[in-house]
C-alpha cells in the first residue's frame, strides 16, 4: 500500500526558504498526479503545486517562489518555498494518486514570521 510522510515544516522568517520532502512507501514516479497543499486555520484547503506527466502547475499566489520536484532517487517528491510570507502559513501535505487510490500525509506544519 502506498504511504506518504512529509518532513521539512518549520518556523521561518518572512523572506527565508524551507524545502519539504515527502517520502513514499512505494516508488514515486508510480504516483501520478502528485501534488502539495496547505490548510490554514479558518480557511479551505488550497493547493499550492500539482505535477504531473506533462509537468508542474502554479497557482498564481505561490508561482515563481515555489517549486515542486521529484527524487526518483529518494523517492521522495519535494517542495522548494522561497521568499515565504506569513500568508504562507499552515499545514503542507502531500497527496498522490496510485493505481487509483488517493494517498495523503499527515502534514507538516510552516510558520511565517513577519
Known amino acids: 500500500q502506498g504511504r506518504l510522510v512529509e518532513s521539512g515544516g518549520g518556523l521561518v522568517q518572512a523572506g527565508g526558504s524551507l524545502t519539504l520532502s515527502c517520502q513514499a512507501s512505494?516508488?514515486?514516479?508510480?504516483?501520478?498526479?502528485m501534488d502539495w497543499y496547505r490548510q490554514a486555520p479558518g480557511k479551505e484547503h488550497d493547493t499550492v503545486a500539482i505535477?504531473?506527466?506533462?509537468?508542474?502547475v502554479y497557482p498564481n499566489s505561490v508561482r515563481g517562489r515555489f517549486t515542486i520536484s521529484v527524487d526518483s532517487a529518494k523517492n521522495s517528491l519535494n517542495l522548494e518555498m522561497n521568499d515565504l510570507k506569513p500568508e504562507d502559513t499552515g499545514v503542507y501535505y502531500c497527496?498522490?494518486?496510485?493505481?487509483?487510490?488517493?494517498?495523503w500525509g499527515q502534514g507538516t506544519q510552516v510558520t511565517v514570521s513577519s
Open positions: 505535477i504531473t506527466s506533462e509537468g508542474p
Open positions: 497527496h498522490g494518486l496510485l493505481r487509483g487510490v488517493n494517498y
Open positions: 512505494e516508488s514515486i514516479v508510480e504516483f501520478s498526479p
